[in-house]
């Protein structure tokens, strides 16, 4: 907690911009499901808070359990981490995915701290809402076993065009200047694990997309095979996906 409070500190004017996006991300959400959300699901006030807060606590968890890529500098770690929150949006629409998704963050932040300067906690944030977001509108709106393929599909793809579009304009720049290195020392990072990889654009390319894939392919898969399961379990209503 010490060390969190500490590293805040030094990124005060970081933290101020997350939490506008933070903000501006919620409001695109509330937006999104009161436009193309039909169904919502009647869930009493505390029960939604108290499952928004398991999922949450379920993915700062598997933050925790990250491990590196052979194909990507050590910086850019893989977790399952986006499942507790894509199954918590699939059941409760996208502002509790949201809201989810940033609660896990800051719950792992709380218990481990950050070793980042919050760049790879706000990419991480930022990009599982752009797996998140689309992935559940596009299920509420027509709830389906095909709508809940198609927008794991598409919110895959979003998270990976987005994700290595907002890399390489802010969140690569952003870790260079807090850590005050240039940004060809985090290009050779990658030189050195992907001979491939020999510029920022390459970085991209050959590190965040396939990353942003892999990971939102193994989520989307995970949530396809547990939704069900779960839902039965923790679930009293039944509901055809």
């Given at each position: 907690?010490g060390?969190f ?5 030094e990124n005060?004017?970081?933290l ?13 959400a ?16 505390a029960?939604r808070?108290?499952?928004?807060a398991?999922f949450s606590?379920v993915?700062?968890v598997?933050?925790?359990?990250d ?6 500098p050590?910086?850019?770690k ?9 199954l918590c ?10 809201t ?11 218990m481990?701290?950050?070793s ?13 809402c ?12 027509r709830?389906?076993r095909?709508?809940?393929i198609?927008g ?7 998270m990976s065009?987005?994700g ?11 870790f ?5 290195m240039?940004?060809?020392a ?14 920022l654009s390459?970085l991209?390319l050959?590190?965040?997309?396939p990353?942003?894939l ?5 989520v ?8 069900k ?9 039944k509901?055809?996906?």
């Amino acid at each position: 907690m010490g060390n969190f409070l500490e590293s805040a500190r030094e990124n005060v004017g970081f933290l101020m911009e997350c939490l506008g996006v933070f903000a501006l991300v919620v409001l695109l959400a509330v937006g999104l499901e009161r436009l193309l959300v039909r169904e919502r699901r009647s869930v009493s006030g505390a029960r939604r808070s108290a499952l928004v807060a398991m999922f949450s606590a379920v993915g700062a968890v598997l933050m925790l359990f990250d491990f590196p890529l052979f194909f990507a500098p050590g910086f850019y770690k893989l977790d399952a981490s986006e499942l507790p929150v894509l199954l918590c949006s699939f059941y409760l629409g996208p502002v509790a995915g949201v809201t989810a998704e940033f609660l896990k963050v800051f719950l792992k932040l709380l218990m481990k701290g950050s070793s980042t300067a919050f760049v790879g906690d706000f990419a991480n944030f930022v990009t599982g809402c752009a797996l998140v977001l689309p992935a559940s509108v596009i299920y509420h709106a027509r709830k389906s076993r095909r709508s809940a393929i198609v927008g794991m599909v598409v919110g895959t793809l979003a998270m990976s065009v987005f994700g290595s579009v907002f890399n390489a304009v802010y969140l690569i720049p952003q870790f260079a200047r807090l850590f005050s290195m240039p940004i060809d020392a985090i290009v050779g990072m990658g030189t050195k694990v992907n001979s491939h990889i020999t510029s920022l654009s390459t970085l991209v390319l050959y590190a965040v997309v396939p990353f942003n894939l892999l990971k939102g392919a193994l989520v989307s898969y995970l949530t396809f095979l547990l939704y069900k399961r779960l839902e039965k379990l923790l679930f009293q209503e039944k509901k055809s996906v």
